[in-house]
């Protein structure tokens, strides 16, 4: 479209006492059409932009003011390409008032927002044709059929797969559940009512149930999935919610707990299995005799490094309720050594309750061993424990059935843990994949994606396994878009939990749907319609984007050509950072558009003022920066910000344009990285961070002291330290002296 220009200042908030807004005005004269008013947010002020967009044909504005996650609702204007330009936060409210340099950031973040939007285009969603809305779930356990009900009750069509004979998944094996509500003088146990809402299931008309049956094969993206089951049917899918569940933890590798040596030492899920198949009744399985004194050891393999390190959340909850099968008999005995218990929200209150029946004994003790008592008894072996006289004391305890409270697996575990090893066995050659492939069995696949990627989801790092995209931010979310996590393979939970799980992860599927029809990207992004567009006739076929990509997004055709899959795509820009040729753009964001505004940056050949271009995350630096002023923190006036969506998106010619430009410094901001990553993308910051380290060679070549460029990782609650942090940078940079290339 030919454009014409509107650029506004604000004078509010502060802002015409901070600064001479005619100067700051001068970054626009040559537009030739800028307008100052007290506080454009408010109804006047948005109304002038609206009579010069309906009168004048204006179509393209500047709104110099407060920060863009401020007043989104007010400066939203339909069918215009709008930049906002944070003179509040960034200028008036961290600076020393009127002073030069105070005038010279807001001239400057002016001249940026010009030069954005001159480069930019006007954003207009990509809707792809014949999108279907059909919600797949896969698992007929209670978290998955809780899904497939609380999207037939919104109106969609389910598919659900189950690859067992009857729906209802561990529930099916349960003798009696916790009840929800109050336990105050109720029942501590009930019945679990499972065929009722398996009965519901099948009756739904919105729902069509497959049993027996796996996913063979997924396809395509969001609103576009072509998915083949084991039966050979292919079908069209929306969205996914995965709810494929979990396993019991191998209780044969706690042998020093007995298990395996021992007849009645059993799991809590083979506890379960006992008073169901006796009405109730706890036989021991060597002799079919009563259990009186029964031991649960909490924690079997669970918290334990050379085991599972997390905790299975369920399993005291589970402990104290089978201690109630336990005393159904008056002369049973039920003891439960503990780590921790570990009984949040309601259960706190079960646990209270349980507390009170004469029969439960619990005792915190690290229980070290089981060992055989005779006559089918066992010792339960402990140490730091209530009973001892003495720290450290070892004591043993006789009971007649020991169980194991063995914690929960998620079917995703066995798929990473088989990628893990192939990539590693990679890393070795030729010869050593092939022996990785020959010798170690190929696990049951949950969703068998035909992504470049692979062809599962990526699970969290560590040794846990649980299909989650960014358990800090977003639940539900998986790192493959449009398929939803829910139940035990998102996360240890316990039944109720599990319910509430499904529901979520149904509307979040059922979202999903509704953004791919609107041709806008899903989290953290949910409102833009922007996407990547390469030029990819100068493609040459590195691969760079497709391995980078955090959200698979990126296939590749027979050539390594890459393939890119709209509906997937998180808009973060990754892609566009890792291309060497600089060939990804999007329609208001690229390589170009940065180094533009970077470069639109006045450098004074004055020695004695600096200029630091500070690259931030839109997600976690932005946000605090923008706190940092609200509560009065000062930045240093050199300091110059450029919004990142992702510091993913990073490209290394931004250093070397600005620094032979005559920039002074630059500092990068991302999210912090690691196993407890909260990176909004998931691997921006990490990815930054590893091309980072060629930054050195760029500051090498232009004969410039390494220590002008760094990359810091912050918090989205670390605005009280990161201006001090940002002014340390600035300090250290003047002591380098000025850019030498400043004077060229």
């Avoid at 609206?50 to 339909?78: M, Q, Y």
């Avoid at 009840?179 to 105050?184: E, N, R, V």
Wanted: with cysteine.
């Amino acid at each position: 479209m030919e454009k014409k220009y509107g650029v506004y200042i604000c004078k509010g908030c502060g802002i015409k006492e901070a600064m001479d807004v005619e100067k700051v005005a001068g970054a626009a004269k040559k537009l030739q059409n800028y307008k100052f008013h007290d506080a454009l947010c408010s109804p006047e002020g948005v109304q002038l932009i609206k009579n010069d967009l309906a009168n004048d044909g204006v179509n393209t504005i500047v709104i110099a003011a407060c920060s863009p996650r401020a007043k989104a609702a007010e400066f939203t204007f339909p069918g215009v390409l709008v930049e906002r330009v944070n003179i509040r936060e960034f200028v008036a409210w961290t600076m020393e008032p009127n002073t030069d340099g105070t005038n010279d950031a807001a001239y400057d973040y002016l001249a940026m927002g010009i030069v954005k939007v001159q480069k930019s285009e006007l954003p207009a969603p990509n809707i792809l044709p014949d999108l279907n809305s059909t919600i797949l779930v896969i698992g007929g356990g209670i978290a998955g059929m809780t899904a497939a009900l609380s999207a037939a009750g919104a109106g969609q069509n389910v598919v659900l797969v189950e690859k067992d004979a009857q729906l209802g998944g561990f529930v099916n094996k349960l003798y009696k559940k916790i009840p929800t509500g109050s336990y105050i003088n109720k029942p501590l146990i009930v019945d679990t009512d499972i065929s009722k809402t398996v009965a519901e299931v099948e009756s739904n008309p919105n729902i069509k149930v497959y049993k027996s049956t796996t996913v063979s094969k997924t396809d395509g993206q969001p609103g576009l999935y072509s998915v083949t089951l084991s039966n050979g049917e292919t079908m069209m899918i929306g969205a996914i919610v995965m709810a494929s569940g979990w396993k019991p933890y191998d209780a044969n590798k706690l042998d020093y707990l007995g298990y395996g040596k021992m007849k009645n030492v059993v799991t809590n899920f083979e506890l379960e299995e006992i008073a169901k198949k006796n009405g109730g009744k706890l036989l021991r399985p060597s002799d079919g005799k009563p259990a009186l004194k029964v031991a649960f050891v909490q924690c079997a393999g669970q918290r334990d490094p050379n085991h599972l390190p997390y905790c299975s959340s369920m399993c005291c909850a589970t402990s104290l309720k089978q201690a109630q099968y336990v005393r159904q008999n008056e002369d049973a005995l039920a003891m439960i050594f503990y780590k921790d218990i570990r009984t949040p929200g309601r259960t706190e209150l079960y646990y209270k309750e349980a507390q009170n029946n004469p029969g439960v004994m619990l005792t915190k003790a690290d229980v070290t061993g089981v060992s055989d008592a005779g006559n089918g008894n066992m010792f339960v072996e402990m140490e730091n424990t209530l009973f001892g006289t003495k720290t450290g004391e070892k004591v043993k305890v006789e009971a007649d059935l020991v169980v194991l409270a063995t914690g929960m697996v998620p079917t995703s575990r066995a798929p990473q843990e088989y990628a893990d090893g192939l990539t590693k066995a990679a890393g070795g050659g030729d010869e050593a994949k092939k022996n990785y492939l020959e010798q170690t069995p190929k696990p049951d696949y949950i969703l068998n994606l035909g992504y470049r990627q692979g062809p599962e989801i990526p699970t969290l790092e560590g040794a846990s396994g649980f299909a989650d995209s960014n358990f800090i931010c977003f639940q539900y979310e998986t790192r493959r878009t449009g398929i939803y996590a829910a139940g035990g393979v998102h996360q240890p939970m316990n039944m109720a939990e599990a319910m509430e799980d499904g529901a979520g992860a149904a509307f979040k599927a059922i979202q999903a749907i509704d953004h791919a029809q609107r041709g806008v990207a899903v989290h953290p992004r949910a409102w833009d319609v922007t996407y990547p567009d390469p030029l990819l006739i100068k493609c040459t076929a590195c691969k760079r984007c497709t391995e980078e990509c955090p959200f698979g997004a990126i296939d590749e055709d027979e050539k390594g050509i890459p393939n890119y899959n709209i509906n997937r795509c998180r808009r973060c820009g990754t892609c566009m950072g890792a291309c060497p040729e600089r060939i990804v753009s999007f329609k208001d964001y690229s390589v170009d558009i940065v180094g533009s505004m970077l470069k639109s940056i006045d450098v004074p050949d004055d020695e004695d003022i600096f200029r630091i271009a500070v690259l931030a995350c839109e997600n976690d630096a932005y946000p605090a920066l923008d706190t940092a002023a609200i509560v009065g923190k000062k930045i240093d006036p050199s300091v110059r910000f450029v919004s990142m969506r992702c510091l993913g998106g990073m490209n290394l010619v931004w250093v070397a344009d600005a620094l032979s430009k005559g920039i002074d410094g630059m500092l990068l901001l991302g999210c912090k990285y690691g196993e407890n990553y909260q990176c909004h993308f998931v691997k921006g910051s990490e990815l930054a961070n590893t091309r980072f380290s060629k930054v050195s060679e760029t500051l090498n070549r232009l004969q410039l002291e390494s220590g002008r460029v760094e990359l810091m990782q912050v918090a989205i609650n670390e605005y009280e330290k990161l201006p001090e942090m940002i002014n340390e940078f600035v300090e250290k940079v003047k002591e380098f002296g000025p850019n030498p290339f400043k004077s060229m």
